[in-house]
T-cell receptor, first 112, second 117 residues
Framework: RKEVEQDPGPFNVPEGATVAFNCTYS??????FFWYRQDCRKEPKLLMS???SGNEDGRFTAQLNRASQYISLLIRDSKLSDSATYLC?????????????FGKGTTLSVSS | DAGVTQSPTHLIKTRGQQVTLRCSPK?????VSWYQQALGQGPQFIFQ???????QRGNFPDRFSGHQFPNYSSELNVNALLLGDSALYLC????????????????FGSGTQLSVL
């Protein structure tokens, strides 16, 4: 079983749609959780951290269920600019600091 | 304030050769991590350096080695290159959580695209 598993993609949605990404992780000792966004041939960039209480940033809402080891990302009112690959990421702490374990990523394509 | 910089941006090598990739961390950061991203995959953790020592290592063979310098910059070396080593190599910097700053965010460089022929 992979450490971080994401929905297989791609997701093709029209502008204005709501889309949800799901992710599961296997290491129950994982301490921090994130969603990163990666544009084609670019470096990953932090989209948002994920907390057990759930958190929202504009059109983006992230949820964490530690008991189920499940993470989700909801994007409302999709924009063309949301087209990218979304990476589910968990933190494995050890040594000096942060080692992030990435999922394979789910590609979102928003069309007009 | 310079972000994470990597060099070179692109590199072409042949099987069996050796390669060195370089990374300068974001100003104020002291920890450097390296990731390998093959086409269609998420980044895979190679190793992490802090205080000039390798602190954590992912599931990569000994052909992959690294170094961190006193100014916190880092190098990734790959020996005996294989075709399968073709990938985007990403460097990320962060601040050691032991310093009291609980910042776990990584800042990535734009990567080095390595092609092995």
């Amino acid at each position: 079983r992979k450490e971080v598993e994401q929905d297989p993609g791609p997701f093709n949605v029209p502008e204005g749609a709501t889309v949800a990404f799901n992710c599961t992780y296997s290491n129950s000792a994982s301490q921090s959780f994130f969603w990163y966004r990666q544009d084609c041939r670019k470096e990953p960039k932090l989209l948002m951290s994920v907390y057990s209480s759930g958190n929202e940033d504009g059109r983006f809402t992230a949820q964490l269920n530690r008991a189920s080891q499940y993470i989700s990302l909801l994007i409302r009112d999709s924009k063309l600019s949301d087209s990218a690959t979304y990476l589910c990421v968990v933190n494995v702490r050890g040594g000096a600091g942060t080692a992030l374990i990435f999922g394979k990523g789910t590609t979102l394509s928003v069309s007009s | 304030d310079a972000g994470v910089t990597q060099s070179p941006t692109h590199l072409i090598k042949t099987r069996g050769q050796q390669v060195t990739l370089r990374c300068s961390p974001k100003s104020g950061h002291d920890t450097v991590s390296w990731y390998q991203q093959a086409l269609g995959q998420g980044p895979q953790f190679i190793f992490q350096y802090y205080e000039e020592e390798e602190r954590q290592r992912g599931n990569f063979p000994d052909r992959f080695s690294g170094h961190q310098f006193p100014n916190y910059s880092s190098e990734l070396n790959v020996n005996a290159l294989l075709l399968g080593d073709s990938a985007l190599y990403l460097c990320a910097s962060s601040l050691n959580y032991r310093t009291g700053d609980n910042n776990e965010k990584l800042f990535f460089g734009s990567g080095t695209q390595l092609s092995v022929l």
